[in-house]
């Protein structure tokens, strides 16, 4: 786990880059993950010369003989004006040139060039470079998930560096998503927007989290507080397709792309299948046929909002389905288009989708609930995503093909932090208020009593959304309680109110009898 004393120096080294001139906060974040980057490789070439020459078998070398000086170990010696030059003019081109990795045993080749191939070395002053490798050099990389521990530290500043907020869910909504859904070791995980993998991580730590043996769990005690780290060790037969054919995610900012894939690879999944796509657009298709239609079990997401789009760079299969410009609508048609037959996703939607009156909004609430399965419907509290936006959102829940039976409703009121702009938490946990209780009662769904609409969970048939026009906004079902408030007898008001008035004029002759 990431201690005080960590923190601290991440921050310091934070400072150092503003100070430096480098303030954007996913440059910083990025360029700290190269330099890491460069010391895990280091790492792996090491590890492999050890292995290789305890067993005599050959490996795939990331550093040549003529490129010794490009490793970690060898830089990290030099003075400031020697380090900047090497990694500004040789380490950093060396990125572009390794096109196969392989991580870790039993990975498949994972092809680098796609995600660094526009990597440069931003920092332009040699102190701010020689702090940033002395800090990362200390970092006990090799240690359990420190290093995913500590990208999950530099990915939460996004949230304090005032960036859009598209660009990380809040970590206890992405674990709910995940949970709700309870993905398989064996099932193909995909997000059709993945920003900086957060959805994919968040997977990733549920399968860890699900398939350790209580001999498996790792106890720290930081700063008084028990934690825990959760080894996987139940995955043995599976780590081969987790490392390299589990994960899937598309973007098209090529800075979001590095970042979720260097995301991926320090949270152990060696082989990330990451790529520059708009998943909207037309070529989609061309270049990917087998993720763009059938190709998943899973789909986590939570898609940008933004409004409307060039209708013509749009696939036709979706027009087809939805005629409309609004992204929110278009990537729920292309979910289902990506999903494989009986395939599940959880999705974040704007509240518009739930209840818009136009024919694109009823068209595709129509055919969530005709033609696939609609599971849920839970309403957010309209803070969840400030400070940078306070747009009341909703998750949906569905499964690709057969017919809706019932839908199961949640009014989700409090996400365990305050909803103002500080979002501070309210409880010891994380994952408090009512997020337990909503993953309970998601579990025990087919307990609830239809027909009780007095709790903030319940059930609603098919054919009462038909009735309202496939609305899908919990107001339209929830069936609001009333207490009635008793008054007491108008008469015995007013004989209570004159026999006060009469104290009051007895009171006041008492006084004027005195004054005389």
Known sequence: MITGELKSRIDKLWLEFHTGGITNPLTVIEQITFLMFTRLLDIVETRNEKKASRTGKPFHRIFNDEEQELRWSHFKQLGAEQMLPLLRDKVFPHFKSISELDIADGAQPTTFREYFKDAQLMIQKETLLVSAVNMIDDLPLTEGDTKGDLYEYLLSKLTTAGINGQFRTPRHIIRLMVELLDPKPTEKIADPACGTGGFLVGAMEYLLRKH????????????????????????????????AGMFHGFDFDATMLRIAAMNLLLHGVDSPDIHYQDTLSSNFTDKFPDKATNGFDVILANPPFKGSLDEEDVHPTLLRKVKTKKTELL??????????????????????????????????????????????????????FRPYAGVSTAIIIFTKGGRTKEVFFYDLEDDGFSLDDKRIRLYDSDFAGDLP??????????LIDVHDRSEKYFLVSNDEI??????????????????????????????????????????????EDLLK
């Not at 209780?437 to 087919?446: F, G, N, P």
């Not at 009635?484 to 004029?505: G, Q, T, W």
């Open 212 to 243: 350790t043996s209580p001999e498996g769990v790792i106890e720290h005690t930081v700063n008084g507080k028990v934690e825990k780290t959760y080894t996987g060790d139940l995955l043995e037969s599976h780590w081969q397709f987790i490392r």
């Open 466 to 511: 038909r009735e309202k026009n496939y609305e899908l906004s919990i107001n339209r079902y929830k069936k609001e309680s009333y207490e009635v408030d008793k008054y007491r007898a108008p008469a015995k008001v007013l004989f209570e109110l004159k026999k006060i008035e009469s104290e009051i004029i007895d009171d006041t002759a008492k006084l």
């Open 331 to 384: 990537f729920i048609t292309l979910i289902l288009r990506m999903l494989r037959n009986g395939g599940r996703c959880a999705v974040v939607v704007p509240d518009g989708v739930l209840f818009g009156s136009t024919k694109a909004h009823q068209g595709l609430r129509q055919h969530l609930v005709e033609e696939n399965q609609l599971e849920g419907v839970i309403s957010l509290p309209s803070g969840v």
């Open 437 to 446: 209780e909503l993953l309970e009662r998601w579990k025990m769904r087919a």
